[in-house]
């Protein structure tokens, strides 16, 4: 008797024991994976998220210069064949005609007045030309750069005329109202003071520039082949500028890092 019932409360025991097993399973499944859900990281950004992230980047990248500004109703006009640096600047009413450079850095600031560059002329790195309202001589205002004209590199223009095939020394200043004819040329680090004339065929310098020399036939002869040299150099640096900025190489460092067919 004893021992057909204590076989009953063992095969009860067990029975229960079993129908318990599954919710003591999951009841133990549950927590021990609650801590590894909580620790774990969280899971990667897809593809689609990170190439919005790096398009945002690209787009980030190229909003600083602008390399020719509207100002009002007035737009700068760049001719076909003129090269005009990434870094370099034009606002308002500048224009710049056939062959003519603009090189790295150079300001050219038409707010106030125009500014003209004519055929094959060149400014130099960091060159400024502006304009005012009004010359105090009564002269013409504008900043007018004729044709085979070579502004040397850090140069101040204002106001001023320079006439066909002459040279302006790097460093110099020409002030307001100020006339540099034609097949003259001015030594670098001179300064033209307001309404000063340079004659034509004469070599000025000094600081207010003066009289030097007469220049020789050769002299003169060379003056629009420097024109044309930098010309030429300027159709090297032509052919690598792209007009429409390098966004396509990140577009291509984007597809081979997300693999993403575009």
């Not at 076909?80 to 600031?109: F, I, K, M, N």
Request: glycine residues 6%; aromatic residues 6%.
């Amino acid at each position: 008797m004893a021992a057909a019932s204590l076989s009953r409360l063992s095969r009860r025991a067990t029975s229960s024991a079993v129908a318990a097993a599954p919710s003591l399973r999951r009841l133990l499944s549950s927590t021990a994976t609650a801590p590894a859900a909580q620790s774990a990281p969280p899971p990667p950004p897809s593809a689609a998220s990170a190439a919005a992230a790096g398009a945002d980047r690209v787009r980030w990248d190229y909003r600083g210069q602008r390399q020719l500004v509207p100002l009002g109703q007035w737009m700068p006009k760049v001719a076909v064949d003129a090269y005009v640096a990434p870094e370099a600047v034009l606002v308002g009413q500048v224009t710049v005609h056939d062959g003519a450079s603009v090189w790295s850095g150079s300001v050219l600031r038409g707010d106030l007045n125009k500014i003209t560059l004519g055929f094959c002329a060149n400014v130099q790195e960091r060159c400024v030309l502006h304009a005012a309202w009004a010359a105090p001589t009564g002269l013409p205002a504008e900043t007018l750069v004729d044709r085979y004209v070579t502004v040397g590199a850090y140069s101040l223009l204002r106001s001023c005329t320079i006439e066909p095939e002459c040279i302006i020394g790097q460093h110099s200043i020409l002030m307001e109202g100020s006339l540099v004819e034609t097949n003259s040329i001015l030594e670098a680090g001179s300064v033209l003071p307001p309404g000063r004339r340079i004659p034509t065929g004469e070599l000025w310098a000094g600081s207010p520039a003066r009289f030097v020399r007469k220049l020789t036939n050769e002299e003169i002869m060379e003056i629009p082949k420097l024109a044309t040299a930098i010309n030429d150099l300027m159709q090297s640096h032509f052919s690598e500028f792209l007009p429409y900025s390098t966004v396509y190489l990140e577009v291509e460092k984007l597809k081979k890092s997300f693999s993403i067919p575009l």
